[in-house]
């Protein structure tokens, strides 16, 4: 990929496959080794959520929020049909087409390989990142592909708001359906602490800053201090996970494989449902790839902290997530290459 292409991605977001297999190894060595330290971390749990985790996880998300202007919402009626395609890829086809392809995959093709209860706790995994399209790293994908800005900014935005209704009874159903019995009011907590509250952080400070500095200085001077704490409190957080995990997944390792392998095919196909939906209804490239990135990525952030909070950090649930985090970058970026390749598809 070019230096032009890869302009305006950080050097932790671009290597961020790298470091989350770093901490990864890092976090079952600690487990191994050094499980004094899991031992007392996990002391620290209220309500089944890690408080340090907890205090990560906001570290990843708070940064995320500050870039979601709400004001851009006006101009959702100027050019809905980009709109049409991303809520209807995000909230009708892709939670249901994640629990159709982990299911066939972790209960069918690998029932040899995956215990039926082992499977069930994988698929719950898969349903939470399912139901948790991107929000904040879509910028960087819309970006690489020269997408339009402000109107990336509409579906991030329009999007939040989605999640805030759809996301807890979506689960529910997904994960009831899958014979995963969840408290509904642990899962709507977990929306609150993890969504509303940052998503509220975020509007606020935006808000006060911009009337006190100008919008300029919080986009060009205020957000850049935050570049680098989102992937590191995902890297933290990570290696925490793992030191949790770390037993399971030396007794496994086959199964980080067999989990990447449903959400990575999962991945290809929402991008080219949106994408190519987009196609058909004539819309330009840098509506059109944004479309597709939205809906192909996904907050892992949300998956994660939902996994640790309804069934704890050393759950398969949680394990899955996390390898959710794993493919996403390199897949992303295979993506963004397929969407810069194809422009000439588009009318400009």
């Keep these: 990929m070019s230096k032009e292409k890869l302009e305006g991605i950080s050097f932790f977001e671009k290597y961020l496959t790298l470091w989350v297999a770093l901490c990864m190894v890092e976090g079952i060595l600690i487990g191994k080794y050094l499980p004094i330290i899991p031992d007392f971390l996990s002391k620290f749990e209220y309500a089944r ?11 990843m998300i708070y940064p995320m929020m500050l870039k979601v202007d709400f004001h851009s919402i006006k101009n959702v009626g100027k050019n809905p049909k980009g709109l049409y395609v991303t809520w209807i890829t995000n909230w009708l086809i892709k ?3 994640m629990f159709g392809i982990a299911y066939l995959f972790f209960y069918v093709f ?4 995956i215990p039926r209860e082992l ?7 898969a349903v939470l990142l399912g139901a948790a399209p991107c ?15 402000a109107y990336t900014v509409v579906q991030v935005a329009t999007n939040d708001l989605i999640i805030l209704i759809a996301f807890t009874p979506i689960v529910a159903f997904l994960l ?15 929306v609150i602490l993890f969504v509303v509250i940052p998503l509220a952080a975020g509007i606020l400070t935006r808000n006060y800053i911009t009337k006190r500095k100008g919008l300029d200085y919080f986009e060009k001077t205020f957000i850049p201090k935050f570049s680098n704490i989102t992937i590191t409190g995902l890297l933290l957080t990570l290696a925490i996970i793992f030191s949790f995990q770390g037993n399971v997944i030396l007794d496994n390792p086959l199964h980080i494989l067999l989990i ?16 190519m939906s987009s196609r058909a209804l004539k819309l330009p490239h840098n509506i059109a790839a944004p479309a597709g990135m939205i809906g192909a990525s996904n907050f892992f952030e949300l998956a994660v902290a939902v996994a640790i909070s309804l069934f704890g950090a050393t759950s398969p649930v949680a394990l899955a997530t996390i390898v959710g985090v794993l493919v996403e970058v390199p897949v992303m970026l295979m993506l963004v290459k397929i969407a810069n390749s194809t422009k000439g598809w588009f009318k400009s």
């Excluded at 929000?135 to 800005?149: D, I, R």
């Excluded at 990447?260 to 449902?273: G, K, S």
């Design 135 to 149: 929000t904040a790293m879509v910028f960087v994908w819309s970006h690489l592909t020269k997408g339009n800005p």
């Design 95 to 97: 939670p249901f087409t």
């Design 49 to 59: 959520v890690s408080i340090p985790i907890a205090v990560l996880i906001w570290l």
């Design 110 to 113: 690998f029932k040899a390989l």
């Design 176 to 190: 009831g359906v899958s014979g995963v019995s969840i408290p509904w009011d642990t899962l709507l907590l977990s």
């Design 260 to 275: 990447a392998i449903p959400l990575t095919l999962q991945t290809f196909l929402i991008f080219f449902v949106a994408y």
């Design 119 to 125: 499977a069930k706790e994988y698929l719950a995994g």
